[in-house]
């Protein structure tokens, strides 16, 4: 493996943590009921916005939530500068973040699992493509194209990109099967 592929990998890891970090953070505070069903935050969702996110209203916890993480994904720039390259990291990794990080609240939370993810409907995700929410493809695939637009990366970074991924990838979907056997 590359140098840039094992960059990935670690990068990649950091990024799983991250993410389980938040789903359980979130699983404390939303519990069984997601998209902040049952807290006390205002909601906006008009249809056309519904049709748009694939039935996710707006809410004050989501939109604080997301302006917080997009701040702290977007901090190295305030820190080492801005450059291209950086910019799509940071811009890259914040959209892997929010599809793994919501997989991973279901495959983490008790009253859901990957395995009811997967067959039952969500009220909070109008569709879905091989029983995963479409999101998370989109945000792969924005990953990839912030990735694609921003930087314009050679094959080194694609590799540490598609390392990012593949971790991803290998630790979210498994930790569904290790949870599913000690329930």
Same mark, same amino acid.
């Given at each position: ?13 950091a990024?799983f943590?991250l993410?389980?970090?938040?789903a ?30 694939n ?7 989501? =939109?604080?939530?997301? &302006? ?8 190295p720039? *305030?820190? !080492? $500068?801005?450059?291209?390259? @950086? ?18 609240w ?38 990839? =194209?912030?990735?694609? &637009? ?9 590799a *540490?990109? !598609? $390392?990012?991924?593949?971790? @991803? ?15």
């Amino acid at each position: 493996m590359s140098p840039a592929a094992w960059a990935g990998a670690g990068q990649g890891l950091a990024l799983f943590a991250l993410c389980h970090f938040l789903a359980r953070v979130e699983i404390e505070i939303e519990g069984a009921h997601g998209w902040a069903e049952k807290l006390p935050t205002w909601r906006w969702g008009p249809e056309w916005w519904l049709d748009l996110t694939n039935g996710k209203t707006l809410t004050g916890y989501h =939109l604080w939530l997301t &302006l917080f993480l997009l701040a702290v994904f977007h901090f190295p720039l *305030a820190v !080492a $500068g801005f450059s291209r390259a @950086l910019w799509a990291e940071c811009l890259s990794s914040y959209l892997l973040l929010t599809g793994m990080w919501d997989l991973q609240w279901f495959v983490w939370n008790p009253a859901w699992g990957f395995a009811r993810l997967r067959r039952d409907p969500v009220p909070w995700f109008r569709f879905k493509l091989l029983g995963l929410p479409v999101d998370y493809y989109f945000a792969v695939a924005a990953s990839a =194209l912030a990735t694609r &637009l921003i930087w314009t990366p050679g094959m080194t970074q694609w590799a *540490a990109r !598609a $390392g990012v991924v593949l971790i @991803l990838s290998a630790l979210s979907i498994p930790t569904a099967a290790l949870v599913r056997a000690r329930r």
